[in-house]
């Protein structure tokens, strides 16, 4: 369905029936074994890099409290 025509049907509809139609859930997508690896090795590339900057910013503030 093109997007205009969603968004047209979108507007047509009562607010009860936009909310009930949007909050349905979605099925969760098949992905392959290579995809699932990549996002999976995303997650843990993502956490690494948040604690590094975590461990980065407290030892600044460290250094900061000895000046």
Not at 31 to 49: D, K, M, N, T
């Amino acid at each position: 369905m093109p997007e205009h025509s969603e968004r047209e049907l979108a507007a047509l509809l009562e607010p009860g029936q936009l909310v009930a139609e949007t909050s349905r859930p979605v099925p969760r997508a098949q992905l392959s074994v290579r995809a699932a690896a990549g996002l999976w090795a995303l997650r843990i590339f993502v956490v690494l890099v948040s604690l590094m900057v975590v461990c980065t910013f407290v030892g600044q503030l460290a250094i900061m409290r000895m000046l």
